[in-house]
């Protein structure tokens, strides 16, 4: 009986352990306290700069990599996809400081209106904020007064960013295309 019961205390004591040992192993997931990632208190911040999205001239910062058959027959461009890499300065002028680029995608994706999908990073390169991103991902009707995107996400600085931007146009060249946006960001971060 003692002999029984030392075995069967063995073999749970392996037993366990090997749970334990595979737990550490293998284990994929665990929860862990915000303070534990160095996290403390949630701020929110508000950014405020102008974003240069420029199609014309030799050295454009928006090109067009994709369109559809039928892109240019639609009067809302719909199926053309931009990839960007779009100054964002302090000002509104193009020789005002230079604190972010806005890199990614903007595609047409509506029929009725002129209505882009924004699938985009703003990698900042001011002060503290330099090399720190936001992501956003939203809908962009741009001929309407303000535009609200949601922030999805960030890194750097602004790791688990979430918020939006309020973009209202601040001027728009209907000969060459080329537009300045002035960008309102509000976002939640550590
Ligand atoms: C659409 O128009 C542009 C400029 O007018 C031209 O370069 C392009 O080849 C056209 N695309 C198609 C699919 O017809
Ligand atoms: C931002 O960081 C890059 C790379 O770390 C560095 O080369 C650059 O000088 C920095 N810019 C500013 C404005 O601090």
Do not use: W
């Not at 737990?23 to 508000?46: I, Q, V």
């Not at 400081?97 to 595609?107: C, H, L, M, N, S």
């Not at 741009?142 to 979430?162: D, H, K, N, Q, T």
């Amino acid at each position: 009986m003692a002999a029984c019961i030392g075995k069967l205390a063995v073999f749970s004591l392996l037993f366990m352990s090997s749970v334990f040992v595979s737990a550490n192993a293998h284990g994929f997931a665990r929860s862990l306290l915000p303070r534990e990632l160095g996290l403390k208190k949630e701020k929110l911040s508000h950014l405020h700069f102008y974003f240069h999205d420029i199609v014309s001239g030799s050295k454009p910062t928006a090109v067009r990599v994709a369109e559809a058959k039928m892109t240019n027959s639609s009067t809302t461009g719909f199926g053309a996809v931009v990839m960007v890499d779009d100054p964002l300065t302090e000002g509104p002028e193009m020789s005002s400081k230079e604190v972010g680029r806005a890199q990614g995608i903007y595609a047409l994706a509506s029929q009725n209106d002129v209505g882009l999908l924004m699938v985009q990073n703003y990698v900042f390169s001011e002060g503290k904020y330099n090399g720190s991103t936001l992501s956003v991902l939203g809908r962009n009707a741009v001929f309407s007064g303000v535009r609200e995107m949601p922030i999805v996400g960030g890194s750097g600085l602004f790791r688990f960013a979430r918020g939006y931007v309020r973009a209202k146009t601040h001027t728009f060249d209907l000969k060459t295309g080329d537009a300045c946006v002035e960008y309102n960001v509000y976002v939640f971060h550590y």
